[in-house]
């Protein structure tokens, strides 16, 4: 990505937030849309709060969101693995990512994938109906 197309993107959560504030229902989410690129560690976007200054909610979509652009495929990656996303979730846990909700998301999936029951590979000797 070049640099202008780069700002371009860094834009997306000061727009969302800004037509999100005209709309009555979606007011009480403005900051949390805002703010979910910002860093623990201060070096996000677009106003550079750290820690518990950034929404807690803004805090749960940043993880969210990143580990769903992880597993899903892009025009320029392949999707990562659900092992390969959680390890880069841990590595950003406490600069990029809030660690209690890196942690509080690991937990909630272990549990999702608990309760539903993984699919099981067809067998190469099952009969093709």
Same mark, same amino acid.
């Given at each position: 990505? +070049?640099?202008?197309?780069f700002? /371009?993107?860094?834009? =997306?959560?000061v727009?969302?937030? &800004?037509?999100l504030? =005209?709309? +009555?229902p979606y007011? %009480? ?5 805002? %703010?979910h =690129?910002?860093?623990?560690d ?6 550079? $709060?750290?820690?518990?200054?950034i ?11 990143t580990?769903d652009?992880?597993t +899903?495929?892009?025009?320029?990656r392949?999707? $990562?693995?659900h092992? &390969?996303?959680?390890?880069? $979730?841990q ?8 660690p209690?909700?890196v ?12 309760? /539903?029951p ?8 099952a009969? /093709?109906?």
């Amino acid at each position: 990505m +070049t640099d202008d197309e780069f700002a /371009v993107i860094q834009r =997306h959560p000061v727009d969302g937030s &800004e037509i999100l504030r =005209h709309l +009555t229902p979606y007011r %009480h989410i403005v900051e949390i849309v805002r %703010h979910h =690129h910002e860093r623990w560690d201060g070096r996000g976007y677009p106003d550079g $709060l750290a820690g518990e200054a950034i929404p807690f909610g803004a805090r749960v979509i940043a993880v969210a969101d990143t580990y769903d652009a992880m597993t +899903t495929d892009r025009p320029y990656r392949r999707a $990562l693995s659900h092992e &390969e996303a959680l390890a880069e $979730l841990q590595r950003g846990a406490g600069t990029q990512f809030d660690p209690v909700v890196v942690a509080a998301f690991e937990r909630a999936l272990a549990r999702a994938r608990e309760a /539903v029951p993984q699919k099981a590979a067809p067998s190469m000797s099952a009969p /093709v109906s």
